[in-house]
C-alpha cells in the first residue's frame, strides 16, 4: 500500500516475508496459536500468537457504471487524470476541463482513497470531501 512500509519491512532483519502464501488457517483452544499457511511448496505450519489482517487497500468500484474511468486497478479517474497521452477520454463533452476531483461523468466526483492517485491518508481523505462539496456547487452554478 505504500512503499516506505514495504522498504522498512525489507530492512527489518526479525521479519520473514513468506511471498505467495496465504493464510488458510487459524489454530488454537482459547487464543492464537499457530497459523496454517499455503505457500508455493504446500501447506505447513508456524506457531504465532497473533494475526494482523491487512485489508482496505483494494478499491471495491466494479459496481460502478462503465462509464466511470478507472485505471487498472480500480482506482477512479479524475480531474487531470482523465487525459491520456494528452486527450480528455471521448466521452467528455463538455467545453471545460473537468474539475480536480471530477469523474469522467460530469458532475460525478471522487474523494479519498478510491480516486487514482489519492494519498491514503485519513486527512486527505476528508480534505478531498469537503472540496469535492465546493467543486458540486460550483456545477451546480454552472461554471
Ligand atoms: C491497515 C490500514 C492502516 C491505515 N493507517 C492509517 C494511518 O495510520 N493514518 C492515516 O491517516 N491513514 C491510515 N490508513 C488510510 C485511511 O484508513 C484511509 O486513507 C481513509 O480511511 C480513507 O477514507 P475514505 O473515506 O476514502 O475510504 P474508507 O475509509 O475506506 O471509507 C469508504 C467507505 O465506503 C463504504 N463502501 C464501499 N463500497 C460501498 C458501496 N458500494 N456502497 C456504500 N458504501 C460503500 C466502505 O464500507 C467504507 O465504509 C490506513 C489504512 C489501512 C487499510
Not at 98 to 114: C, I, W
Amino acid at each position: 500500500m505504500s512503499k516506505y512500509l514495504i522498504d522498512e519491512i525489507a530492512r527489518t532483519s526479525n521479519v520473514v516475508l513468506e511471498p505467495l502464501t496465504q493464510v488458510v488457517e487459524a489454530i488454537g483452544e482459547d487464543h492464537l496459536e499457530a497459523l496454517r499457511l499455503s505457500g508455493p511448496n504446500g501447506e505447513y505450519q508456524v506457531p504465532a500468537g497473533s494475526l494482523f489482517v491487512f485489508i482496505g487497500a483494494v478499491p471495491g468500484t466494479k459496481w460502478l457504471p462503465e462509464s466511470i474511468l478507472r485505471d487498472e486497478n480500480g482506482f477512479v479517474l479524475a480531474g487531470p487524470d482523465l487525459r491520456a497521452k494528452g486527450k480528455l477520454p471521448e466521452s467528455w463533452k463538455e467545453q471545460r476541463e473537468p474539475f480536480l476531483l471530477e469523474t469522467s461523468v460530469p458532475g460525478v466526483f471522487v474523494a479519498g482513497d478510491v480516486r487514482h492517485g489519492s494519498v491514503k491518508r485519513v486527512a486527505s481523505a476528508v480534505g478531498e470531501g469537503s472540496i469535492a462539496v465546493q467543486f458540486a456547487h460550483q456545477y451546480l452554478a454552472g461554471f
